[in-house]
């Protein structure tokens, strides 16, 4: 779990939906809000897999 918290690419995608919370309630509410949802689950997808498959390779080498 600590490599996911401590992940440069983890903690920035996260933090980016703090501007996007933000653009949620004051923003219009239309399509491309739902895009934006969309891009940044997208985001936090991928780093999380980066993380995972980094994880594994790890994992092999040490064998």
Sequence with gaps: ???F?????VLSSL???VGLVKTTTQGPRDWR??????A?????A???GTVAEQAKEQE???W
């Design 15 to 17: 933090f980016g939906a």
């Design 1 to 3: 779990m600590r490599k």
């Design 5 to 9: 918290i401590f992940n440069f690419s």
């Design 33 to 38: 809000l739902i895009l934006l949802w969309i």
């Design 46 to 48: 991928i780093a999380v």
């Design 60 to 62: 092999l080498e040490e």
């Design 40 to 44: 940044w689950g997208i985001n936090v």
